[in-house]
């Protein structure tokens, strides 16, 4: 299983890094622009409105950048024998679902495994939770077949 685990780490790993890449050619193209400016002054907002929002979306995207490089940092494969951060678990219901829980997760599809932040509402139900424990989630039991 730590082979599977691996091979979805490096599966998201890339997701990340064309997530990173895409989010920072937008804000490069948005700084070539020089139509922005820097930090808010609400003297400033009605003149300058256009100007205004480009800096605010420049300062949301670099806090997307940083939020990117900081998940791709903590992406590391770790054992664990409990839900939480770093966790592969298997979860058995009305179907079998596989979910890799790792900061940065945003419900994306890897490999069969559905990638879940561990601020999720999921990743949050299933916490500390071990195989063989049920969860009821959004009224529906499911049974945990397997933490890697």
């Known amino acids: 299983m730590r082979e599977r685990?691996?091979?979805?780490?490096?599966?998201?790993?890339?997701?990340?890094?064309?997530?990173?890449?895409?989010v920072s050619a937008e804000l490069d193209a948005l700084e070539r622009s020089g139509r922005?400016?820097?930090?808010?002054?609400?003297?400033?907002?009605?003149?300058?409105?256009s100007a205004v929002?480009?800096?605010?979306?420049?300062?949301?995207?670099?806090?997307?950048?940083?939020?990117?490089?900081?998940?791709l940092r903590g992406?590391?494969?770790?054992?664990?024998?409990?839900?939480?951060?770093?966790a592969l678990v298997r979860i058995e219901g009305a179907q079998t679902r596989w979910l890799l829980i790792v900061e940065g997760g945003e419900g994306d599809a890897v490999e069969g495994a559905l990638v879940l932040s561990p601020a999720a509402p999921l990743?949050?139900?299933l916490?500390?939770?071990?195989?063989?424990?049920?969860?009821?989630f959004r009224g529906q039991t499911e049974e945990i077949t397997g933490v890697w």
């Open 5 to 22: 685990k691996a091979r979805l780490v490096e599966g998201f790993r890339g997701v990340l890094r064309a997530r990173l890449a895409a």
């Open 36 to 49: 922005f400016e820097g930090p808010v002054c609400p003297a400033v907002v009605e003149e300058h409105r």
């Open 123 to 125: 990743a949050l139900a």
């Open 75 to 86: 992406l590391i494969l770790v054992d664990r024998d409990v839900v939480g951060p770093g």
């Open 53 to 71: 929002e480009q800096g605010i979306l420049a300062d949301g995207l670099r806090r997307r950048v940083e939020g990117l490089r900081e998940a």
């Open 127 to 136: 916490r500390d939770l071990e195989e063989g424990d049920e969860v009821l």
